[in-house]
């Protein structure tokens, strides 16, 4: 098993930056897909970013050219890098680890509880 906390969500204006962070413990980091997912109130959780065990990267397209992810194997971590941040940036998010690599939340096997973003206007 694989537990996650993330931390680094705020409050910020809008086109400022933020750096989220997701703290994984348990189960071999390495051996796991990781994603972003983040949930507005009122809608479905949609998918943001995901980073292979190998380090390839993927980001859906609202957030391309403003959010990066990236892992760090050694330090069992992963990150969100969001710049440029809009209104509609705001959400809950969500870091998650899989076996499969994937855009969708069924794939994805272990979850952290969430950071809260509020991108003020």
């Known amino acids: 098993q694989v537990q996650l906390v993330e931390s680094g969500g705020g409050l910020v204006q809008t086109g400022g930056s933020l750096r989220l962070s997701c703290a994984a413990s348990g189960d071999t980091f390495s051996s796991y897909h990781m994603g972003w997912f983040r949930q507005a109130p009122g809608k479905e959780r949609e998918f943001v970013a995901a980073v292979t065990k190998s380090g390839d990267t993927y980001v859906t397209a609202s957030v391309k050219g403003r959010f990066t992810i990236s892992r760090d194997n050694a330090n069992n971590s992963v990150y969100l890098q969001m710049n440029s941040l809009k209104p509609e940036d705001t959400a809950v998010y969500y870091c998650?680890?899989?076996?499969?690599?994937?855009?969708?939340?069924?794939?994805?096997?272990?979850w952290g509880r969430g950071t809260q973003v509020t991108v003020s206007s």
């Open positions: 998650a680890a899989g076996k499969a690599f994937g855009t969708y939340s069924r794939m994805y096997d272990y």
